[in-house]
């Protein structure tokens, strides 16, 4: 066995076999028109519940009860069909998935479930006029990348660190007469000429997208290059469909309950924005007979220990973010509560390496990033502060995926992460001669993490660490999660705390997202050679090729350092011991389908 799970392991058996231990047996529900209504918790207000639209965990722990996709998770969390009536057939060049839809497949408004629907949503979630931050996840279709990146016409220029333009122009976008033919611009206005031009493009990039439907029952998908995670992502949120009528009658159909349709478990009821998300069985769903639940309700919550005495009361049945200390007082009083769920993931900070038009941005420099990573102790964060059976970091890729030989791709590329608080001292001057800043300008900077009792204890541990080892004072400020989101994707902060939970089950979810211009690169980090090493294990069927330049990339982003990686995620969860039936895939939050009270 691999010794680093072993703590890890340990607790898992510690769940399993303690199941008859002390405990609280607490109902956690009201009564609904059919069956219980199980009441949880949400961290956060649901930015979006458009399935194209959503960026976090926060949301699709929803989204996976509102909307069922082509393929789903079962119990035991392998790959199922969902909407799909069978897993696909892939061509023996694995470029052509087909999908073939369960009969009689239906809306929550009792609307057929079509090939069309999925369709619709993923060219929606292409579109760029919808700004999918997650459409990326549709580059691998044929076609789907050129979709996504036509631009209007017009000149568009350099951005300075707030998102602004500057006076210095980045490139443009020009039309030529090809692209006017067949159009009728009699008229029209320069702006007018852009538009129709734009549509015309759209239209035809649209077309020559690799998803079809070949008839309602029948999803004919095309890749770009063989996608050995494809059917992973078929399960992923972003690919969920939406009901093509409905979204093209009310654009706005999902910002409100009396409006939104899905097709999943459970339908939407209601949606009190930043106090509850209330949903009730949908008998339309295909499985709906094996769901004894008659819905579940999601209260928005920030603080966890006004959510845990929620849980400790009974209120709530299941409580996905728990107090440090109460996590660690039941795993040590061996509680039947306690599920410590596998998670691939990984906790880091994001350091803003935006060039600032006064140089002063300290993270501009390898050195000082490289002493801000050396100067952590990770192991005393995890023992002592999650104390959740986490893993202290070795690279951006976590353990738990495998590699060309169906090994722990983790092990051959080994520990990339160097604690030492001398080393890092010293580093942070040669970076700051180098950079011809002081420790002034250094002190300035803040550490902006989302609300979270844990989150706050992680960051004033690495306040301190950073304080005592290389004699600097960073600023801490918390913010709501969807305003930090806002942030991040402005690149208007210093340092930020983020956290990537793995889409597919392959290490290019972990690190794909560092690419120049990636949409979750907030570091606004850019290395054409770890770039061309993503592109080419991206277009590569060779799995010896794909991993090994992952390897590479992997080494290359640890070497300069624009994230600090500190732990490997867990997800410890609590389920009173009256419900049953919950279950955690590997790649998501608890899922709640078949959850029921005994």
Known sequence: MNKRFKGLVALLILTAVFLTACGGNKTASTDGAEGQILIVNNTS???????????????????????????????????????????????????TYTFTLKDDVKWSNGDPVTAKDFEFAWLRALDPNTASLYAFQLYYLKGGEAYNTVERPGVYYVKDADGNDTKEVDHEVVITDADKAGLDLNGKSEDEIADAVYEKWLEAKRAEVGVKAIDDTTLEVTLEKPTPYFADLAAFYTLYPVNQKVVEENPDWAKDASTFVSNGAFKLINWEHNSKVETTKDENWFDASEVKLGGITWEILEDSNTAYQNFDAGKYGILTDVPTEVLAQKIADKSPVVTIGKQIGTYYYSLNMTKSEDGKNPFENAKIRKAFSMALDRKSIVENITKGGQIAAEGMVPFGLIDENNKEWRDINGNLIKEDAAEAKKLLEEGMQESGITIEDINKQVLLYNTSESHKKIAQAVQQMWNQNLGVTVGLENADFNVKLARENAHDFNISRGGWVGDYYDPMTMLDLFVTGGEQNYSNYSNTEFDALIKEAKNSADQTVRMENMRKAEKILMEDMPIVPVYFYTQPYLVQENIKGVYKPLLQYPILTYAEFQ
């Open 45 to 95: 207000e649901p930015g979006s519940l458009d399935p194209a639209l959503a960026q976090g965990t926060h949301e699709s722990y929803l989204l996976n009860h509102l909307f069922t996709g082509l393929l789903r998770y079962d119990k035991e969390g392998n790959l199922a069909p969902g909407m799909a009536k069978e897993m696909p057939t892939v061509s023996e060049d694995g470029l």
